[in-house]
Structures are given as structure tokens and as C-alpha cells.
């Protein structure tokens, strides 16, 4: 079942779709052989696009997409017959499931006899052994999309393209499946691109992460640097996490940095010239809030500050505290039990706690 993935490369991307209501344009896109990459962002802001583009399912106006190194397009039958797709919606028609998932076998010519151990070696690894005989009619939610998968896996492709897969299911099956998918992609070989508007989705799955706004990739980069590091405000408020600020590093000793942002200063694991201007964030998840007037012991905990209560806004079953610690602006994402524990409300003082390794950071102007 598994098999070598291809790089794919976009350069100089422009896709007008609609009366010029909508124009994609990505002047460079990498995902290396092997890798997952995620492309996440709002509703209309052109992943699907890109998928399409990137998996040469459409052409663009003009740019050139890249397969292993050469150029390729849509009419690259080859290529293509390497690639296989899942959709939002698994589209699987009636009959038993083994027929939906030999149904691209059958297509492309392959003998019958070597069909079924296909079939089954991709239900298998999807966790649905034993479904072959069952109707496809009858699934489930979740055991559809199982079943969109394998069919895409029996294939063998050597870049699999998913497109919001998992978008039409609940939040607890989503939850789970994510988590399969998850290690089903990490131990296949192919490279993937992967559409979702779900950034703990996109965390999940990827090697690599592009935010999308507009037909624009906004950023890109590791998930650890993306998700962490919010290059402005629209980021920001797109993965629910405060923008990143500008940082100068004090000093830098035995793999730790120190950062200075305005009046504090903040410790970072890594290795940067005294001096080097920085972003610097912390994800809320990452920081813990205590009464101001405790004397935190842990030695592992570089970072004890004393901060302010700017805002407190609940985010469903947690609450998004915003916190000013001189001058240095970041948040806390705690439970409403701890809202009443610690009185938190507007003004008030609290002691912000979070490791050398939540600090997320790069050097100025730098791309993550």
C-alpha cells in the first residue's frame, strides 16, 4: 500500500474564476515528496484552488506547476493516474462497499483477481476489515469518508489530494477521524494536500501549513511557527490568538534566549544573535495564570510574569483572557472555573506562567 511521493511545486500561480470575481494568485507553493501539506483558511479565500491547480485537476491562466521538478499540466495523463482525490461528501454510489472501492481498479484496467486484495488491503487500512460484502447505503457518516479514503488509497497514488474531507461530519467524529487520518497519512508515503477551514485539523495532519485570505497565501511555513507566530491581525484573528510582537534578544546562553519586548523580557529556547530583532508569541493553551502574589517554584518554568487583565471573553466552554504584562501583549485560554478561582475581570493582577518552549519566535522579516 505504500508508495513514493511526488513534489509539487507551484510558481507564479494566477486563476481567475467566475466574471473576475475571483483571482488566485500564489507566487511560490512547495510540498516536498512525502510531505502533508495543509492549506487552511475562511470560506472563500481559494484553497480549493489551489488543490485543484496543484493537482493539476485545472490549469492555471498562467504560472506553471511543477511535478518532481518538470513542468505538468492537466492534460499530463500520466501524472495524473499517480494522483487520487477525497471530497467533502464521499459521493459513494449503491451496492456493496468493495464495488465503491475497486470502482477506480476497474477503471484503469487492473485484473480481477488482483482487485480484491487491493480492496481489502485498503479497507484494512482505513480500519474497516471485513466490510467488503456490507451497503454501502448503510453506513455511516464516518465509515463513508473511511470508504472515500480507501477507495482514493487502493490506487496506491503517489500524491493524494483531500479536500475539506472531513468538513460534513460532527465535531466528535470529526475529532476522531482526524486523529486517523492523521497517522494513516504520516505512515503512507504520498504527498497530500490537504483543504480545511479547521486549524486543529490542519495542526493534526500537516508538515506544513499555508494560510490563505483573498487567493493569497498569507503565510506558510511549520505548523509550530504558523499556528504560533500570527504575522498580523486578520491572522490573528483568523487562529484566535493574539498577533505577534516585536522582540530585540538580550541575551543568548546554553540553547536559551532571552527576548526583550518593551518592559519585560521573555525566554525562548533556540540559538539567535545578541542583538537580532524578533517575533515572538505564546499560544493561550500554553500559558497558566496563578494569583499574582504566588512564588512559583518550578525551575523548569522559565517564564513568571506579572501581567494585567485587559479583556475577558468567552469562547464557549473556555474563556480568552488578554493579558499586558509591560507592555507585552499575549493571552491565556483557561476554564470558566478558573475565571471565578481567580476573579479574573478587566484590570485585574494576575502571574502568567508558560516554559522556555511555548515561546514561539523567529528573526524579524525572516519567512517561518
Keep these: 500500500m505504500t508508495s513514493h511521493g511526488l513534489s509539487l511545486c507551484g510558481e507564479g500561480l494566477r486563476c481567475k474564476k467566475g466574471k473576475g470575481e475571483f483571482e488566485l494568485f500564489v507566487e511560490s507553493v512547495e510540498v516536498g515528496a512525502g510531505e502533508t501539506l495543509a492549506v487552511l483558511g475562511p470560506s472563500g479565500s481559494g484553497k480549493t484552488t489551489l488543490l485543484e491547480l496543484l493537482g493539476l485537476l485545472e490549469d492555471p491562466d498562467s504560472g506553471v506547476v511543477y511535478v ?77 469518508q473511511r470508504v472515500s479514503l480507501a477507495r482514493a488509497l487502493v490506487l496506491e497514488p503517489r500524491v493524494l489530494l483531500l479536500d475539506e474531507p472531513l468538513a460534513s461530519l460532527d465535531r466528535l467524529l470529526r475529532r476522531k477521524l482526524t486523529h486517523d487520518f492523521a497517522t494513516i497519512l504520516s505512515d ?24 490563505m485570505k483573498a487567493g493569497r497565501i ?3 511555513g511549520s505548523p509550530e511557527i504558523v499556528a504560533g507566530l500570527a504575522i498580523d491581525k486578520w491572522t490573528a484573528d483568523f487562529l484566535g490568538i493574539e498577533p505577534a510582537v516585536k522582540g530585540r534578544v538580550s541575551a543568548c546562553s546554553e540553547g536559551l534566549i532571552s527576548i526583550a519586548v518593551d518592559d519585560t523580557t521573555v525566554v525562548a529556547t ?17 500559558v497558566l495564570l496563578f494569583e499574582p502574589t504566588l512564588e512559583f517554584s518550578h525551575a523548569s518554568v522559565r ?13 464557549g466552554a473556555s474563556v480568552y483572557v488578554l493579558l499586558d504584562a509591560g507592555g507585552m501583549r499575549f493571552a491565556s485560554s483557561v476554564s470558566r472555573a478558573a475565571v471565578t478561582e481567580l476573579d479574573l475581570a478587566t484590570g485585574a493582577d494576575v502571574l502568567a506562567v508558560f516554559k522556555a518552549t511555548a515561546v514561539r519566535w523567529h528573526l524579524f522579516g525572516e519567512e517561518g
Excluded at 84 to 90: D, E, H, I, L, S
Excluded at 188 to 211: G, N, R, S
Excluded at 278 to 286: I, M
Design 218 to 220: 498569507v503565510t506558510s
Design 188 to 211: 503512507d508515503q504520498v504527498t497530500v494536500v490537504y483543504v480545511t477551514h479547521d486549524q486543529d485539523e490542519a495542526l493534526a495532519v500537516a508538515d506544513k501549513i499555508a494560510i
Design 303 to 315: 517564564n513568571r510574569l506579572r501581567a494585567r487583565v485587559v479583556k475577558v471573553d468567552p469562547h
Design 270 to 286: 533556540g540559538d539567535a544573535s545578541e542583538g537580532a530583532d524578533v517575533l515572538v508569541a505564546v499560544r493561550p493553551e500554553d
Design 68 to 144: 518532481d521538478g518538470k513542468p505538468a499540466r492537466k492534460r499530463d495523463r500520466g501524472i495524473r493516474l499517480q494522483m487520487a482525490a477525497v471530497f467533502q461528501r464521499p459521493y459513494l454510489f449503491k451496492g456493496p462497499v468493495y464495488r465503491n472501492v475497486e470502482y477506480g481498479l476497474v477503471a484503469r484496467g487492473v485484473k480481477r483477481s488482483e482487485r480484491m486484495p487491493r480492496v481489502a488491503a485498503a479497507l484494512e487500512r482505513v480500519g474497516l476489515a471485513g466490510y467488503e460484502g456490507r451497503s454501502a447505503m448503510a453506513l455511516s457518516g464516518g465509515e463513508a
